[in-house]
Each structure stands twice: as C-alpha cells, then as structure tokens.
Nanobody
C-alpha cells in the first residue's frame, strides 16, 4: 500500500511563497500521474494542479500563473511551488493520483495565508 506524505505548509503573508513536497512510500511515478488537491474549511476538496499520463500539466483557473507543479520521479516526489499567495489559498493541501485520486489520502499539509 502506497503512503503519501505531504510537507512544506505553514503560515505566510499574502503575496508570499511556499513550496510543498509530497513523497510516496514507493515508486509509483513511472506509470501514474500525480496531482495536488486542497480542501478549505467548509468546502469540498478540489484539484489544484496535476500531471497527466502524457506529461502535460493541468491547473485550476484560480491558481494559473501563480502555482507550478513539478516532480522528481527518481525520488518518488511531486512538488508545488506557490507564489503570490492569497488568503483564499488557505487550505489543507494533499497529493494523490490525477486525474483520479486513487491512492489513500495522506494527512496533508496546512497552508494559511494571512491578509
């Protein structure tokens, strides 16, 4: 069973940056696309950014131009560089498969953006 561990969250002021990391307990990146999701208080979990099996990237409209997803297959890791953060980006961020979140969810990492 693959375990996902997210890290890198924290408290940041609006306009600031954070880099999130996700490590899988074993290599799955050779044959699966991965993505980042987030869940804000009182809201449903939503896709933020993801790789497709063809290597293309997808971004939610709300983060286009501000967030960048990247990966290191050799390290079974996927990253999310978040720039120009806004208070509405406050959420718990998770990684999982994309476009289908087929893995067990990790604990996520909390991102709090103050105004």
């Amino acid at each position: 069973q693959v375990q996902l561990v997210e890290s890198g969250g924290g408290l940041v002021q609006a306009g600031g940056s954070l880099r999130l990391s996700c490590v899988a307990s074993r290599s799955i990146f050779n044959y699966n696309a991965m993505g980042w999701y987030r869940q804000a208080p009182g809201k449903q979990r939503e896709l933020v950014a993801g790789f497709t099996s063809g290597g293309r990237t997808d971004y939610a409209d709300s983060v286009k131009g501000r967030f960048t997803i990247s990966r290191d297959i050799a390290k079974s890791s996927v990253y999310l560089q978040m720039n120009s953060l806004k208070p509405e980006d406050t959420a718990v961020y998770y990684c999982n498969g994309h476009p289908i979140a087929w893995l067990d969810w990790g604990k996520g990492t909390l991102v709090t953006v103050s105004s």
